[in-house]
């Protein structure tokens, strides 16, 4: 079975500063790991994947998740946040033998202050 | 890119009564969809895979026969939430993946039941 924890419930930052959503996952076979961006009222909207290949893996709006086997971790980063970057993010794990059925971390409320 | 739509956006019902939610991806054909619950400020809870042509799986836990699924098309998936209650009330988003080997989900944006 696979497991996501995103460890940061909400992450408070200033307007202009680097930020990073920190993610780990679990499980037993290979798999393809995602960032989704989640805004009020709204579904989600995928921000960046690693399916397999170079580790740094570069999204929309400016974000970079790394993969890193070693620690199974997926962490997201953004060298510098906008306002308009505040919104709940998930990290989620999909593998080919559950025929694409995605599970995803708990959430991370990125608030960017002015 | 692939759009999946989600209808209705919000909907209130009374207590007791049945409400139908509809995904349809509707540039792609998606043998399969999946539908999740979000309760506020919390995490997508996987509910059921939808199968076009057969029966939905459903995760532990949710009761088959007050989440009804239905995929009928390549296009079109339902949940119907039977005899709702208070405690349904809640969030409800479809997605589904492209098809092909890596595809990521794209989602619908969501439902948001209110049950009086």
């Known amino acids: 079975a696979q497991s996501v924890t995103q460890l940061d419930s909400q992450v408070p930052v200033f307007e202009e500063a680097p930020v990073e959503l920190r993610c780990n996952y679990s499980?037993?076979?290979?798999?393809?790991l995602f960032w989704y961006v989640q805004y009020p009222n709204q579904g989600l909207q995928l921000l960046l994947k690693y399916l397999s290949g170079s580790t740094l893996v570069k999204g929309i709006n400016g974000f970079e998740a790394e993969f890193n086997k070693s620690q199974t971790s997926f962490h997201l980063r953004k060298p510098s946040v906008h306002i308009s970057d505040t919104a709940e993010y998930f990290c989620?794990?999909?593998?080919?033998?559950?025929?694409?059925?995605?599970?995803f971390g708990a959430g991370t409320r990125l608030f960017v202050k002015a | 890119g692939a759009v999946v739509s989600q209808h209705p956006s919000w909907v209130i019902c009374k207590s007791g009564t049945s409400v139908k939610i509809e995904c349809r991806s509707l540039?792609?054909?998606?043998?399969?969809m999946f539908w999740y619950r979000q309760f506020p400020k919390q995490s997508l809870m996987l509910m059921a895979t939808?199968?076009?042509?057969?029966?939905?799986?459903?995760e532990q836990g949710v009761e088959k026969d007050k989440f009804l699924i239905n995929h009928a098309s390549l296009t079109l998936s339902t949940l119907t939430v039977t005899s709702a209650h208070p405690e349904d009330s809640s969030f409800y988003i479809c997605s589904a993946p492209t098809g092909t080997g890596t595809s990521p989900l794209h989602f619908g944006n969501g439902t948001r039941l209110t049950v009086t």
């Open positions: 989620a794990v999909s593998d080919h033998t559950g025929g694409f059925k995605t599970i």
């Open positions: 499980s037993s076979v290979s798999v393809y």
């Open positions: 939808s199968n076009e042509g057969s029966k939905a799986t459903y």
């Open positions: 540039d792609f054909q998606a043998t399969t």
